[in-house]
């Protein structure tokens, strides 16, 4: 790993968390209100059955507020649960009460959800702390949705708050773009698929 790429990376996670704590709530609110509107605007993710999601916390989108209304449609909802050596299986969602906070607080299935292999997941919103146009993506560090992301042939998408945008996000050769990344008032097309 480049040591100038790794400083890079880390100035950009302490500028991007600075505006994010500038947010007040109701501007985080009505940022994930926006979001969730503009993801139910792309065809692959309307024509889906199988969903990978993720558990908003912090500033991110708070993704949870929008399970109920994505489980009356008939989609079926999947979370992550990360494993050892930076891996992840992915666990049907059946309601808050069936999740536990893993060693970073974030909720994930408890072990009496169902797998499901991810060859059967059609689509997949990938968290992280911004994006850029290109579909690079800034995450915490970890490594687990680029080892996912490296094997996933279905689609993928990244939420981004437009204050978050960035022209360019510094990568390495083993860093993993989305397919589309949306923000409150653009859906960008990053790797030329069609929305």
């Not at 692959?44 to 449609?73: H, I, K, Y």
């Not at 490296?150 to 996000?169: F, K, S």
């Not at 390495?172 to 989305?178: A, I, L, R, S, T």
Request: glycine share 8%; proline share 6%.
């Amino acid at each position: 790993m480049s040591t100038i790429r790794t400083e890079e990376k880390a100035a950009l996670r302490r500028r991007i968390r600075q505006l994010e704590k500038a947010m007040t709530p109701e501007e985080q609110a009505g940022s994930d209100r926006a979001l969730f509107a503009r993801l139910n605007q792309l065809n692959c993710f309307r024509q889906a059955e199988n969903l990978l999601l993720f558990c908003g916390t912090g500033s991110e989108p708070r993704t949870m507020d929008w399970f109920d209304a994505l489980l009356v449609t008939g989609k079926m909802i999947y979370l992550p649960r990360c494993l050892a050596e930076g891996r992840m299986e992915f666990r049907r969602y059946r309601g808050r009460e069936h999740l536990e906070l893993n060693r970073w607080s974030i909720p994930e299935p408890s072990l009496n959800c169902p797998l499901i292999r991810p060859q059967q997941i059609e689509f997949a919103l990938i968290p992280a702390l911004c994006y850029d146009r290109t579909g690079q993506r800034l995450g915490h560090g970890g490594g687990y949705y680029d080892r996912f992301l490296a094997e996933y042939t279905g689609a993928t998408a990244g939420l981004c708050r437009d204050l978050l945008l960035q022209q360019t996000v510094p990568t390495e050769p083993h860093d993993q773009p989305v397919d589309f990344v949306l923000t409150e008032s653009l859906t960008i097309p990053a790797r030329g698929k069609t929305i």
